[in-house]
Every structure is written in C-alpha cells, then in structure tokens.
C-alpha cells in the first residue's frame, strides 16, 4: 500500500446541501434510509465532491432492531427512540423474515455498486450486537450505565437476545456483500468501560 487509509466520520455527508435537500423531501430519517433511490443519492454525494476512494451505504444501525419488530424512531435535536422491545421469542422467530424487511437495503447497495467507478470500494455496515442491544433495551442511545447492569443482573437474557442480533446481522451483512458490497464494517459505540470478562463475553464473541 502505497498510502495509510483514512477514515472520516459523516462521509454520508449530512453536511451538504444537497443531502438536507434530500432529508428535507423524505420527511423523516427512516424513510430516506428505506427509500434506495434516495439513500443511494445520498451514499454517492460526497463521491461527487471529493476524491475519496469508498462511498459508505446510507442506512443505519437500528433497522435491525426495527426487523425484529421494534418500533424506531427518531426525534429532531434529540436522536434516535425505540418502542417497546417485542419478547424475545418473538424476536427469535423474527429472523428469519428480517431480511425481507431490509431487503430496500440490499437495492441500495446494488445501485450503489452500480453508479460508483470500478475502483472505488463500496462499503456496507451494521451495528455490532451489544451496541444495538444497548438501544433496544433502554429506548435510546446515551443509556450505558443501566445496561452495564442489566448485563450483569441478566446474563442469561442478554445473551439470548445477543444471539438474535449476532443471527439476523450476519444475514444482513451477508445479503450486503451479494449486492455488492466490497467491505463491511461492524460500529462497536458503546462497549468501553466493560471490564474484560463481560468484553470478552458480550463483545468479543459475538463479533465472532
């Protein structure tokens, strides 16, 4: 490699004018990251500005929880708001249909892949489990302290629902690289200050 790689948060480039035009069009969050047309127009705007040398799929983090059948929302200023999180069991018989809710997803990598130069890299992500659970259990993001408890009062209920998102992500992930996805990524945002034993066992393992 004849350069390091640099990474830049919000390449989605929620800065620009055009993609606030886009935003504004779509009239919420959600329906601009469900809409392919729309979140590929979005994924491809800073491609147009700059030289970089990937285009990050719009989307977002907690449409695997919204799969599963939780209510996601969010709220101008404040971010994201989850309903009620369905039982366990019904998440568990959720996954296997999960895919056919993000299957707009997989159309905008597609179009991505598509649009973007040969050698440009299209990227794909998700959000790692224990991230996700963090928002599906409290409601929002922010919430660490409550679920570093919950994860010790509850070991045996957190590692089930771990293991739902550790199955219906590597679907997603997976249905990602057929449509065209050429890196994927797994957002890890709330896992410091766990000490090694729980990492090892709410992070690490399910990573792998």
Not at 85 to 101: C, D, Q, Y
């Amino acid at each position: 490699m004849d350069r390091p790689p640099v990474w830049f948060m919000r390449q989605a480039g929620r800065i620009l004018p055009e993609y606030r035009e886009l935003r504004a069009r779509a009239g919420s969050f959600m329906n601009l990251c469900y809409n392919p047309e729309w979140a590929a127009e979005v994924s491809l705007q800073p491609t147009r500005r700059f030289p970089i040398d990937a285009a990050i799929i719009f989307a977002d983090i907690l449409l695997i929880p919204e799969a599963l059948g939780q209510k996601v929302w969010f709220e101008a200023g404040e971010g994201p708001r989850l309903g009620e999180m369905p039982s366990i069991e019904a998440m568990e018989a959720a996954v296997e249909g999960a895919n056919t809710h993000l299957a707009n997803i997989g159309e905008t990598v597609s179009r991505v892949r598509a649009a973007l130069e040969p050698d440009r890299t299209v990227i794909g992500f998700a959000g790692a489990p224990w991230t996700v659970a963090t928002y599906m259990l409290k409601g929002r993001g922010g919430e660490r302290e409550g679920v570093r408890k919950y994860a010790f009062a509850e070991p045996e209920a957190l590692d089930r629902l771990l293991d739902v998102l550790v199955e219906s992500t590597a679907r997603y992930m997976a249905m990602q690289a057929r449509a065209g996805a050429q890196v994927l990524q797994i957002f890890e945002s709330w896992a410091e200050l766990l000490p090694e034993d729980v990492f090892e066992r709410i992070v690490t393992r399910p990573h792998a």
